[in-house]
Nanobody, 118 residues
Framework: QVQLVESGGGLVQAGGSLRLACVASGFTFSINAIGWYRQAPGKQRELVAVISREGNITLAGSVKGRFTISRDNVKNMVLLQMDSLKPEDTAVYYC????????????WGQGCQVTVFS
């Protein structure tokens, strides 16, 4: 199948920036859309940003204008540039790959913690 490994999380002051990276391995030809979700304590996991194979981007309204997603299909990597971070961006961020039609279930990374303090 596909394995996803995230990196780049950490602790940052409000207004600062972080960049998350997710590298895919395995049957990477099967990756359709790939992107990022996040889950804050006591909240449901939510979509942050997703980019399709063709480069079409979906961004959550709460991050528009602050976060940028990009994809390198040669390196099998997706990046999430997070600027103007806010305390409410604090969450565990998960990389997600949609593998349809090859696999019905998506693949998730292990998650990385992003903490924004004021």
């Amino acid at each position: 199948q596909v394995q996803l490994v995230e990196s780049g999380g950490g602790l940052v002051q409000a207004g600062g920036s972080l960049r998350l990276a997710c590298v895919a391995s395995g049957f990477t030809f099967s990756i359709n859309a790939i992107g990022w979700y996040r889950q804050a304590p006591g909240k449901q996991r939510e979509l942050v940003a997703v980019i399709s194979r063709e480069g079409n981007i979906t961004l959550a309204g709460s991050v528009k204008g602050r976060f940028t997603i990009s994809r390198d299909n040669v390196k099998n990597m997706v990046l999430l540039q997070m600027d103007s971070l806010k305390p409410e961006d604090t969450a565990v961020y998960y990389c997600n790959a949609d593998l349809r039609p090859y696999y019905s279930e998506p693949t998730w990374g292990q998650g990385c913690q992003v903490t924004v303090f004021s």
